[in-house]
């Protein structure tokens, strides 16, 4: 239970308001797009410029057009007001166009940088952190950022030149009513600030809300099989409709806050607009000040306490985007291959896979998933849990390595760390007699055609799904189908291979799936063939295609195959046989079966439950 404590925790988090190294990392986003950002900083100066020409007009049409009925004077203010209302609203029209540009550009160009990132990192990293933190970091976090360009830090910059322009027009004016105006600021910041702490903490709630309704949905949708199965949907419901209410309950906290907040901002508002009032009465009666004045100080007023209010909302705006820029960056400073830093200088110079076939070398491997207690630097409480222990085998071109053993008993460990999803962490692999750890990462994997044993598809046409590991052509897609029986599966689909599979394949079968993903890794004809229980999910009728398919194939090639059905590999050139990460049998299957050890009993028990089944 703790993991998920330690995500909700990380969701959480909103750090501080503003970090200067996460603000200089943020710019360097930012400065490709520099002009748009000037661009907009003066629209928004000028904006802040323009509310002032409201109350300088009020002011001069009250003082001096009224008193002597001067109509012209009247009617070029009010054409001067007009103008100004008109390009305020064409400046914050091409203002809110620059920013948006502005945020969705920056977006486009995190967003790709984070995807990249991402699809570098080792698979141990994706074995650390769950799908949905990821997902979230890409798509919730980078909108935080978003909001920040849009409608936070620029628009902020206008807020508080705009405040500035009026303070310093009301000073100058007369600075006995600016005193009066400002009165109430200490009140304003103090609720604003009470304000600032409220919504903080309901947005943080809102946040662990949705958290779990798309953790629930998530786990609930991709297992709905076994909800219909057992009949949870009332009991599932239920549980979603607690789930939903408390999120319901955390957004109307927050609303609850805003309908606090605005009316007490107004409610000072009002009581400074009545200290202006009374400060000037007596003096406007006694002639010392102007009643045009008073009415443009009353806009003024207005137009000083707005900003002032929008700076509490964009700090919160600020607190979160500085929160999601903090766990972007964190995740763009993981290592992209933190296990391969530590190789020595001593290695061979890498070199390329033969076209026709490697020879793969496993000498003294020792793996274990678990040993964060080594990786932090503690102490080793315990002996790590071996998963390979001093495996040790040659397979050469032309040769079909064969493992096999019970679940768990490391054969599938062997098949990752060939392709470097791991590295051992004693002994080596060689490819060519090349240590692959100072091998291009992706020129070994352009040497391996891999069958998984979770089979993969993606939610694109069949053809792309076959010509995933090189550009190769119609011509060749179909000629890769054929070696092993895909394109009589293919010939069935609607629009053969160019029809769209759905979300990992569902839209086919199992062993359909299995023929395409067989087809996928033959294509670009690689000089490993890497079969991981590759007919686990077919029958024997499509099995026996695809044996035809794989003795064209391997010859001449290698081949180290996970098996599961013992009846396929008895044409293997050896078969280990591996129990608890050890090699405890190795041999052809005729030697294995006379040598009447683990092989052999393994053997006997599948054809016996083959002819029972029979």
Known sequence: MTAPATIQHEEDALGKAFDARLARRLVDYVRPYRW????????L???????????????????????????????????????????????????????????????????????????????????????????????????????????????????????????????????????????????????????????????????????????????????????????????EARRFRDIDQAHLDAHLRSVTVYAMYFPAIEILTTIALAALIVAAAPRVESDLLTVGTVAAFLQLARRFYQPLQDLSDKYNTLQQAMASAERIFRLMDTPAEPERRAETDRASPPRRAASAGVTVTFEDVWFAYDLAHLASGSPAAAEPEWVLRGVSFTVRPGETLALVGHTGAGKTTVINLLLRFYDPQRGRILLDGVDIRTMPTAELRRAVGYVQQDIFLFADDVATNIRLSSPISDEEVRAAAARVGADRVIARLPDGYGHRLGERGSSVSVGERQLLSFARAIAAEPALLLLDEATSAVDSEIEAEIQRGLEVLMRGRTTIAVAHRLSTITRATEILVLHHGVVRERGTHRVLLGADGLYARLYRLQVGELATAS
């Open 45 to 235: 100066m000028a904006l802040g410029a323009l509310q002032l020409a409201g109350p300088m007009l009020t002011r001069r049409v009250i003082d001096v057009a009224i008193p002597s009925r001067d109509v012209a004077m009247i009617v070029q203010s009010t054409l001067l007001l007009l103008g100004a209302l008109v390009a305020q609203a064409v400046g914050s029209y091409v203002e809110t166009i620059a920013t948006g540009v502005l945020g969705q550009r920056v977006m486009h160009d995190l967003r790709r940088q984070l995807f990249a990132h991402l699809q570098r990192l080792p698979v141990s990293f994706f074995d650390r952190n769950p799908v949905g933190r990821l997902v979230t970091r890409v798509t919730n976090d980078v909108e935080s950022l978003n909001e920040l360009f849009t409608s936070g830090v620029v628009a902020g910059l206008g807020d508080l030149f705009t405040l500035l322009a009026i303070t310093v027009l009301m000073v100058v004016v007369d600075w006995r009513l600016a005193i009066a105006a400002y009165l109430v600021v200490p009140g304003i910041l103090w609720v604003s600030a009470v304000f600032r702490k409220r919504v903080r903490e309901a947005y943080r709630e809102i946040r662990t809300k949705l958290a779990r309704i798309n953790a629930f949905l998530q786990e609930r949708i991709a297992g709905m099989r076994v909800v219909q199965l057992f009949g949870r949907e009332v009991d």
């Open 36 to 43: 748009v950002v000037a661009g907009a900083v003066l629209l």
